[in-house]
T-cell receptor, first 113, second 113 residues
């Protein structure tokens, strides 16, 4: 167990729907990162939060949004889902900005049908 | 967007052999080069990392070689074991944006018994 908890592990939903993915960072970690991993693709950075504030945005679609709550857990909201959004979504955490290495959760596998 | 290019996409090695995975980056604005190991159904886990002021780092059977002038770095797995079968990602972290971690596309390693 890496200490980063992601729920749910699997999610199947229809096109056009909206889902919320949840991430609890490792105890003491202030920074949360979201990544998307499509089939046979690398890890695409979506967004980062540090202590409740958005710090960086990557290739995140406008249909996607995220937030980090006062207890430091984070949620990634995906709306108007398309078939192409089917992927593994990983959350990672680190103790501070720029800390060497991230700790990844086990991911949420999203299937859009 | 700066890329980290990783090769090969897949690799099959016999037990006891040496596995070599290569990565190259396109600019010099990176200051930390980690490698992550991902088993099926799990998130990536930090395996080993190197700073650009060092040409080689070894941890057990895993060695990173770094060539700053060529902007290349590689992972060598000595005495490869079936348990090493996983997907390996190289990454590079931006100097100016410490939260900017770029990942390679991944290499799927299979070690045959």
């Amino acid at each position: 167990d890496s200490g980063v908890t992601q729920t749910p592990k699997h999610l199947i939903t229809a096109t056009g729907q909206r889902v919320t993915l949840r991430c609890s960072p490792r105890s003491g970690d202030l920074s949360v990162y979201w990544y998307q991993q499509s089939l046979d693709q690398g890890l695409q950075f979506l967004i980062q939060y540090y202590n409740g504030e958005e710090r960086a945005k990557g290739n995140i679609l406008e249909r996607f949004s995220a937030q980090q709550f006062p207890d430091l857990h984070s949620e990634l909201n995906l709306s108007s889902l398309e078939l192409g959004d089917s992927a593994l979504y990983f959350c990672a955490s680190s103790a501070s900005l720029g800390e060497f290495g991230y700790t990844f959760g086990s991911g949420t596998r999203l299937t859009v049908v | 967007q700066q890329q980290v290019k990783q090769s090969p996409q897949s690799l099959i090695v016999q037990k006891g052999g040496i596995s070599i995975i290569n990565c190259a980056y396109e600019n010099t604005a990176f200051d930390y080069f980690p490698w992550y190991q991902q088993f099926p159904g799990k998130g990536p886990a930090l395996l080993i990392a190197i700073r650009p002021d060092v040409s080689e780092k070894k941890e057990g059977r895993f060695t990173i070689s770094f060539n700053k002038s060529a902007k290349q770095f590689s992972l060598h797995i000595m005495d490869s074991q079936p348990g090493d079968s996983a997907t390996y990602f190289c990454a590079a972290r931006g100097i100016l944006a410490k939260n900017d971690m770029r990942f390679g596309a991944g290499t799927r390693l299979t070690v045959k018994p």
